[in-house]
């Protein structure tokens, strides 16, 4: 389905992989998925260090010259170029839910996932191995403890850092079994072919699910097999996947 009127010259900044993963960021493989839905070309190019993206995070876009920092205004600049189809063919009860769902797995699921990388004590040596290497070893415990206190912090004012595990571990089974019972038995969220918010919610979930190691939030989502199907399901279609592909 091509959808572009004219070939915008699209540069899409990323992070790269890790923990077995292609793509860490649920946020840059979501707009990976819209980009190849809509058949619209672009490049990748792969930013070790966020600290250097125009607002501090990935993902961001430059396109035809002009710059778009967050994946929800690069893809509203997306649906312009696209001639408003990205949500325009869906009625306003359809993207009043997904827009919710969304809201559910990128502001409240997505942290959740987070803390169980950065604050599980077991798992916390992944990060180091995967984020910190490129650190020398002398200063890599050093700076890889600050980043983590800073992460804590920013968890604790998002406000699940401050209830315990088990507490969380119930958010989190909450959230699972939501997006679970969303999925309709036309095989997606809304319709019988994925749209924006499909993409959203299984970028989330491929982060979850394809964690290499798995992490306890891993474990508790391996539970739900309907929605791993969901997820598989989506990466299909568009042909983009979080995990890295065997060659």
Known sequence: MSVATKHPEIILHTLGG???MRSVSPFCLKLEMLLAHLQLDYDLVVDPDPRKAPKGKMPWAKIDGEVFADSEIITARLDELAGGIVTGNLDPR?????????????????????ASRWLDDEWWPNVVRDFFHIVPRPARALVAGSVRRRMEKTYRLQGLGSHS??????????DLQALQDAVSEKGFLLRSEPTLFDFAVAAIMAGIYDNQPGTWLTEMASEYSA???FTDRVQQKVGVFGRQLEV
Not at 94 to 114: C, D, F, K, N, S
Not at 165 to 174: N, S, Y
């Open 165 to 174: 595990l088990e507490e969380q571990r119930d958010f989190a089974r909450r």
């Open 94 to 114: 359809e993207r009043a839910h997904g827009l919710a769902l969304t809201r559910l797995a990128e502001e409240h699921l997505y942290w959740i996932m987070v």
């Open 227 to 229: 929605l791993r199907d």
């Open 18 to 20: 890790a923990f077995g």
